[in-house]
């Protein structure tokens, strides 16, 4: 594999907002990420609207705050404070502003960061299909234990398909038997399972391919691994589930 370099200065996009400050967008390989400056006074409902052309910021963020303060507040009224130091996931549908008199400098890797002050041309058709956002539905109800939802996005003959050779391998035939699978990851790791969408991409034809970053604790040991899903539509249903993992003999003796 070839080594890839660029320069975030020299080689990336700069793109202004409105006021108080600018984000660079640079690429190296496989990574994509952007530096936002934020200065004092900065606010997206303020700064960043008026370019995106949305009610609230439709982008999901995965980052670091370098420096300064941020305020966050989401649609549905929840306020959190993010600090210097702080590795964040925060999801589309908030507003959010620079706290004291010192910048806000962030660190974005998000795949949905490279459409960030983009502008509303750019951003005029929604990048996901029904079928991706039935996924993203589903890892939602997932994480949450949300049986319900899940059945009304699983099939009744649904399958999934783990890889590997360990107690959680193996073929699940049926929405009852792929409920009590989640319900065994559940049970091994004390509660302490869940899988966070990285990335979700979609032919627009009822394939979906999921990736995602899963995180557990069991025995005392917490194990952090990346895998995707592949996702076969039947209608509005997801019928069929192949899981692939990034380290599989590590998963292997994670759930050995």
């Not at 370019?51 to 995965?62: F, K, N, V």
Request: hydrophobic share 40%; aromatic share 8%.
């Amino acid at each position: 594999m070839a080594t890839n370099i660029s320069n975030l200065e020299r080689d990336g996009e700069s793109r202004p907002f409105a006021a108080h400050g600018h984000a660079e967008l640079g690429s190296a390989g496989g990574l994509t990420l952007m530096r936002g400056v934020f200065e004092p006074g900065w606010r997206w409902s303020n700064d960043i609207a008026p370019i995106a052309g949305t009610d609230s910021c439709q982008t999901r963020h995965l980052g670091y705050l370098v420096s300064g303060r941020m305020q966050v507040r989401m649609d549905d009224g929840a306020e959190m404070t993010i600090e210097a130091g702080d590795l964040f996931d925060l999801p589309k549908g908030h507003d959010a502003w620079v706290l004291d008199d010192e910048p806000a400098v962030m660190i974005d890797y998000s795949p949905e960061v490279t459409r960030y002050a983009r502008g509303r041309a750019a951003d005029a058709a929604a990048p996901d299909d029904k079928y991706m956002t039935l996924v993203r539905r589903g890892y939602d109800a997932f994480n949450r234990g949300d049986a319900d939802t899940l059945r009304t996005i699983l099939t009744h003959d649904v399958g999934q398909h783990v890889p590997g050779n360990s107690q959680i391998a193996g073929e699940y035939k049926g929405i009852d038997a792929v409920l009590a699978y989640y319900g065994k990851l559940a049970e091994l790791t004390d509660g302490q399972f869940r899988v966070d969408l990285i990335d979700v991409l979609g032919d627009g034809h009822g394939h979906v391919t999921a990736l995602h970053q899963m995180t557990a604790t069991r025995n005392g040991v917490t194990r952090v691994s990346r895998g995707s899903i592949l996702f076969t539509f039947l209608g509005d249903r997801a019928t069929d589930l192949l899981e692939m993992r990034s380290d599989l003999p590590g998963d292997d003796a994670f759930f050995a």
